[in-house]
């Protein structure tokens, strides 16, 4: 069921392994909103520079390499697209090799730079729109309709990082737990828009709440929100 009179942008920002992507486009879907994943787009842009073959330390050829690429996403909350140079890199992005690499790449200023005003753009194109980052509500949106942060316990977070891999040695678990407090501490103290909740976001702590749970909360605050989109 679509619960149509949303309009404006939803800002969903929040840590690695909340289940950040899911709730966002479930509460996309429930109120017939684009949805817009700008995790995907600077794992699309590390795509762009492992291909590209420079140094992840050096920040000058990282930007050119993001620069000289054609990242696009898509906004459908029921269909990824998520392109590099015309090739679909919907499950690349999501590999090991990405994931260790996009920290970095998304740390240079004139990545951030370059993307955040692709991501304007296409949020400007959208009625309704459903905005997952880091930055969303304290840089990218600041004047957005609603601003969640969600978080989650980092052993909870951890627990269902290893359900969606299948993973169930205590081992592998606790490694996982080790790298989701690494790119927290990364994407946290970086000094170019740094992960943290906007002053005026609602707070969302899903530890104890499943998904449906956090997505009905979210639904709800939207529809109670002042809607803006008319005098935006
Ligand atoms: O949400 P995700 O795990 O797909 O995001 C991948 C990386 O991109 C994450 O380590 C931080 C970075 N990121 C960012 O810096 N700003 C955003 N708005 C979204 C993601």
Do not use: C, H, W
């Amino acid at each position: 069921m679509t619960e149509r009179s949303f309009t404006g942008q939803i800002t969903l920002d929040g840590p690695s392994g909340t289940g950040k992507s899911s709730v966002a486009r479930g509460v996309a879907r429930r109120l017939g909103a684009a949805y817009l994943d700008t995790g995907a787009m600077y794992r699309a842009a590390t795509v762009a520079v492992l291909d590209s073959g420079v140094n992840l330390d050096d920040e000058v050829a990282v930007a050119r390499a993001v620069s000289e690429a054609a990242i696009r996403v898509g906004t459908n909350a029921r269909r990824e697209m998520v392109t590099v140079d015309g090739v679909d890199v919907r499950d690349r992005i999501r590999g090991a090799e990405v994931t260790r690499a996009v920290s970095p790449v998304s740390a240079v200023p004139d990545v951030r730079r370059r993307l955040v005003s692709q991501q304007r753009e296409l949020v400007g194109q959208a009625e309704a729109v459903v905005v997952e980052g880091r930055d969303i509500g304290t840089v990218v949106l600041p004047d957005a309709t609603l601003k969640i942060y969600l978080t989650a316990a980092p052993e909870v977070r951890a627990q269902r990082r290893a359900g969606q891999l299948g993973v169930s040695d205590p081992d592998k678990i606790a490694a996982l737990a080790q790298d989701l407090r690494r790119r927290d501490e990364y994407d946290s103290t970086r000094a170019d828009s740094p992960l943290r909740p906007a002053a005026d976001a609602v707070v969302v702590d899903s530890t104890e709440l499943d998904r449906e749970a956090v997505i009905d909360k979210i639904v709800q605050l939207a529809l109670s929100a002042v809607p803006t989109g008319s005098s935006r």
